[in-house]
């Protein structure tokens, strides 16, 4: 990684912070958001600290934001204005734009547009989400290749109506509310696949009380091993399936979802990506009863 190149995002006002070698996320990497910065003395620190490491930008509000498009075709094909600003490359073809926030932007904060797959082809990254830094190798996924700029231009003040048209098309990732009697699971929701998302080693045992599912996990994440006399099948330390996701550990009874998630996103791990919840995914939280309609409002 070039320290000009660094210097340069940091001269934009884009925040910057080292990620591990060969990644183009914060995994692996506690701290990451505490050690991003625009400080050219604290990158000279950083860039000695963490020598042959990756670099990640990082959005934040009032300063930059970040939209990756990962399918270009699909966000045309949907009208999405897409200003001319400081643009980079993924090797995966998709772009980065660099944009500088504005009220009515901070106001609408993290969205995806999900595409026909169900997977995000658009994402607005308003505040602490992370897009590899331009000058990056990664190596952590194929196609393996560099971050380059392809548009080599100053970032502009993100458009009025491209924030319309992301308020318009774009989901809220908001599993921590919801004001629903019962489950509305996506029906492309895969429980295994979310837990494999996160890395939860499952120990194989599972129970059912009152409609809920328990799944025991080996260790709990919050101490990074079992709890002493955690034995198996003792359902210590497990996530659950009822309404929402859910997590119950008897040695943390003061951590909860929220914390858990609080907890992944300081290890880096990428939120997961695909919908959980029926009303993160407008196409079919549209065709529900007016209480879902009320519910996608205010999830924004
Ligand atoms: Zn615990």
């Not at 990732?173 to 004001?179: E, I, L, Q, S, V």
């Not at 079992?226 to 003792?234: D, L, M, N, Q, W």
């Not at 943390?252 to 990506?273: M, S, T, V």
Request: aromatic letters at 12%; hydrophobic letters at 30%; charged letters at 30%.
């Amino acid at each position: 990684m070039d320290f000009q190149q660094l210097l340069e995002q940091a001269r934009r006002g884009v925040h910057q912070t080292p990620v591990l070698p060969g990644r183009r996320s914060p995994k692996g990497m506690p701290g990451w958001r505490e050690r991003a910065t625009t400080s050219i003395e604290k990158l000279k620190g950083l860039y000695k600290e963490y020598p042959n490491h990756n670099w990640c930008s990082v959005a934040r509000k009032g300063l930059v934001s970040i939209i990756d498009i990962d399918d270009l075709a699909f966000a045309k094909e949907n009208g999405m204005p897409i200003p001319r600003t400081l643009t980079v490359k993924s090797p995966s073809g998709g772009y980065h734009l660099y944009l500088y926030a504005t009220a009515k932007s901070d106001r609408l904060g993290n969205c995806d547009v999900l595409g026909p797959d169900g997977k995000p082809a658009v994402e607005f990254k308003s505040h602490n989400k992370t897009a590899a830094a331009p000058g990056t190798w990664r190596d952590d996924k194929e196609p393996y290749g560099w971050y380059r700029i392809v548009r080599d231009i100053e970032p502009v003040p993100i458009p009025d109506e491209l924030v319309d048209w992301l308020w318009e098309h774009g989901s809220k990732k908001n599993h921590k509310d919801g004001k629903f009697p019962k489950a509305q699971w996506h029906p492309t929701f895969d429980r295994y696949d979310w837990l494999e998302h996160y890395e939860l080693g499952l120990t194989g045992h599972e129970k059912n009380v009152g409609g809920v599912l328990y799944v025991e996990l080996h260790e709990c994440p919050f101490v990074g091993r079992a709890h002493t006399r955690a034995g198996e099948k003792s359902f210590c330390t497990c996530i659950t399936f009822g309404n929402r996701i859910g997590f119950s550990c008897l040695g943390c009874p003061d951590k909860h979802i929220e914390e858990l998630r609080e907890h992944f996103e300081e290890e880096g791990i990428e939120e997961y990506e695909y919908c959980i919840y029926l009303h993160e995914d407008p196409s079919l939280a549209a065709k529900r009863t007016p209480i879902f309609t009320f519910d996608v409002e205010e999830a924004r």
